[in-house]
């Protein structure tokens, strides 16, 4: 089928243009345009003039036809596109649809980039500057606008002192926070891929520590490597580990003093001096008797002395000593010298000896003073308390401490009793302040002195067996017994035995030391000593009238061979203590002494109605006078009156005490209200009795009855959870409410 094809005339400056209406091919029917509309022209105006409506591919004036017009940067026709991850300068694919380029620095983002701020500047919100891109071609599908980051290929502001190599592995030179590797940055890199990485890395590119850098690695140094490292501590290397060949396995020089016992060394002891354990040159250990004297271990050697006693007990011993040498020969053996092989422990020199004058010693150690062996040129020597002189040798039989050493008096005086040295081997009390002429010192101080004056308050001055507390003339401190009262001795009478002067311990006796001396009758001691025991205070045994109740247990001097109830000092039966025993009405003994209430008799029971009341109150006969029925009451007034003083007292009696009182009182009232009614039948003979001063009596001391009744009731209102409160109350209600003193004396003792 034949299209049909328009034709449309446009007025142009130099021609007209043809509008095909078809669509175009990009490309003019016959490879130029002929002004005639063909297939696939969309415009044909007979030029190849751009820009003048139809182009010359045959295609009109447009974005997207292909041909780069005026106003516009690009046109690919139909390979414009805004998605293409493809930039310019890549030909053919750099040109979006609105015939703009693709390019880093437009301010367009497009084209896969990841940013674009209008410029090729780094160090601002996006990098861009491809003189800086490391790696990345200009045609790469990422382009030059990338976020500044690392791994983006282009080394930033931030990354300036490190790298940036376009990717985040580290080992490649730059790590994955884009900081340069090297050795000596103090991280193990790893190395590229395939590559060997570093040992080690200490921060430092010194060859000599445990980590050096050969050439740009960092290696790690070792003992055996044939470099000695100073800074890993070595002074030598081999190449080996292996000792014994002047370098040792751990790089260290070899050599005598070096603590190391090496091959042709028989000893190292880690200096080059003689001494006990090993020779300055390493080639001997020092053996004491064998006959050597190794300098700077020994003073002597003489050689060891044994006993040579085949198959017997002895045999091998050491000769050191008297004993020693006494085993030996008593085994039929020989003491030899091991050194010299000759017999031993005859003359100086002859083997090590311990106990022989002027004989090196088994420590091969030279005779001196302190060994306990008297030698040459010494007047004593008693050894020393330990391994060196000390202060205390000074003040023993041989002074050789450290004074004597320093005056050079060791070992030539021997010290006795007067020279003014204390002598502790004789006891360990011992003191010498000095005899006669020799030198004296004050008693405590040690200053030297002539005379007592001299020590003032210290004295006295030397020995002295007359002055308390002195050190005396046979150098033993002063004591109890010596004679003279020292302190802190209260007395001393030359002897250790007591007697009625002094104690064994020179403490004066008396009463309370615990020994019964003369006066005293018994002394058990201070502890035991008091007014109610069996010894009194005055050491004297406790006796019935002595005025101290012995109470305590052991106590003899009572009634029955016991306790004493009381001691009133006298003997009399009649007062209120009765041969140490308390006097109680019942007890068959009238109390005539003491406080009131006073006995009228006492028969020795407590029964009413035969005479004598169980109160030992007389009881007269219904014939009695009336005085003697008042003389017999004046007895149990007395009693009434005290009893209820009892129960008036500030603090009060004991609930006991008081419900005793109390019903004592009721009933002494109630007899003498009974005593006062009798006297009605007797009214005749009361007339002529009564006086005066007889009524006035009478009155009295019933008015005091009723008031001390009064005030007993008003104590037991007081205490009314007693037991005996209500029984009391009414008994002494119905006293009362019975005997009022006017209805007494006016009924029974009416006046004239």
Request: glycine share 14%; charged share 20%; hydrophobic share 25%.
């Amino acid at each position: 089928m034949m299209l049909a094809w328009a034709v449309v005339c446009t007025l142009h400056p130099a021609q007209a243009t043809i509008i095909c209406a078809g669509p175009g091919s990009f490309a003019c029917k016959d490879g130029a345009p002929n002004g005639v509309c063909q297939q696939g022209e969309e415009c044909d105006d007979g030029n190849t003039i751009n820009g003048d409506g139809c182009d010359s591919n045959c295609m009109r004036t447009d974005c997207g036809n292909g041909v780069t017009s005026d106003g516009e940067e690009c046109d690919s026709g139909a390979a414009n596109d805004d998605v293409n991850l493809d930039q310019s300068p890549d030909p053919g694919d750099a040109c979006d649809t609105s015939c703009r380029l693709k390019q880093c620095g437009n301010g367009r983002v497009e084209g896969g980039e990841q940013c674009d701020d209008g410029n090729l500047f780094n160090n601002d919100t996006c990098d861009s500057d491809p003189d800086n891109v490391d790696g990345i071609p200009p045609d790469s599908p990422l382009g030059n606008c990338l976020l500044p980051i690392c791994g983006n290929g282009i080394t930033n502001m931030n990354e300036m002192s490190g790298c940036d190599d376009g990717n985040n592995e580290s080992g490649d030179g730059c790590s994955a926070t884009c900081q340069s590797e090297f050795c000596g940055d103090g991280v193990v890199n790893d190395g590229p891929p395939g590559g060997p990485g570093e040992e080690c890395d200490d921060g430092n590119t010194n060859t000599s520590d445990a980590c050096g850098k050969t050439g740009n690695q960092c290696l790690s140094n070792f003992c055996g490597d044939s470099v000695t490292q100073s800074g890993m501590g070595e002074n030598c290397d081999d190449g080996g580990t292996v000792s014994n060949d002047g370098c040792s396995a751990t790089c260290q020089s070899e050599f005598c003093g070096d603590g190391v016992s090496q091959t042709g060394e028989a000893c190292d002891d880690g200096n080059t001096a003689d001494d006990e354990t090993c020779s300055g040159d390493c080639s001997k250990v020092p053996v004491c008797g064998d006959g050597v004297t190794d300098p700077g271990a020994e003073e002597c050697d003489s050689g060891a002395c044994r006993c040579v006693a085949p198959k017997k007990a002895a045999n091998g011993r050491s000769c050191a000593s008297a004993v020693d040498r006494a085993a030996c020969t008593a085994d039929g053996g020989t003491c030899f010298n091991t050194a010299t092989l000759s017999p031993c422990g005859t003359t100086a020199g002859d083997g090590n000896i311990d106990d022989l004058p002027d004989f090196c010693r088994t420590s091969c150690e030279s005779a001196a003073c302190g060994d306990g062996v008297t030698d040459s040129g010494e007047l004593c020597d008693d050894g020393l308390i330990g391994p060196e002189p000390q202060d205390a040798d000074d003040t023993d039989s041989c002074p050789n401490g450290t004074m004597m050493f320093a005056m050079g008096m060791a070992c030539q005086v021997d010290n006795v009793c007067g020279d003014g040295v204390p002598n502790f081997d004789d006891g360990p009390n011992s003191c010498d302040n000095g005899n006669g002429t020799n030198p004296k010192t004050c008693l405590l101080s040690g200053v030297l002195c002539s005379i007592d004056e001299d020590c003032g308050t210290d004295a006295p001055c030397g020995n002295s067996d007359t002055d308390p507390d002195a050190c005396r003339t046979t150098c033993v401190p002063a004591f109890c017994g010596d004679g003279v009262t020292d302190s802190p001795e209260l007395c001393d009478d030359g002897d250790t035995i007591t007697g009625p002067d002094c104690l064994a311990n020179c403490a004066s006796p008396g009463c309370g030391d615990g020994i019964v001396i003369a006066p005293e009758a018994c002394d058990p001691g201070i502890t035991f000593i008091g007014v109610d025991d069996p010894c009194t205070d005055t050491c004297l045994n406790a006796v019935c009238g002595d005025r101290k109740v012995c109470s305590a247990s052991g106590c003899t001097s009572g009634p029955t061979g016991g306790v004493e109830e009381c001691d009133d000092g006298n003997i009399y039966a009649s007062d209120e203590c009765d041969d140490c025993r308390i006097n109680v009405c019942g007890d068959g003994v009238t109390r005539t002494g003491g406080p009131d209430p006073l006995e009228q008799c006492d028969d020795g029971n407590s029964a009413n109605q035969d005479g004598c009341s169980q109160d030992c109150c007389l009881e007269p006969g219904n014939g009695g006078s009336l005085e003697g029925m008042f003389a017999a009451q004046q007895c149990n007034l007395d009693n009434l009156v005290i009893d209820l003083a009892a129960l008036t007292q500030p603090n009060g009696p004991a609930p006991r005490i008081a419900k005793t009182a109390a019903v004592r009182a009721v009933r002494r009232a109630r007899v003498i209200q009974s005593v006062a009614r009798s006297a009605h039948v007797k009214s005749r003979d009361a007339r002529k009795l009564r006086t005066q001063r007889q009524v006035r009596s009478m009155e009295k001391r019933v008015g005091r009855l009723l008031i001390n009744l009064q005030r007993m009731l008003d104590r037991i209102y007081q205490a009314g959870d007693l037991p005996y409160a209500p029984y009391a109350e009414i008994s002494a209600q119905r006293v009362i409410g019975n005997g009022h003193v006017n209805q007494i004396i006016d009924t029974y003792f009416p006046k004239p």
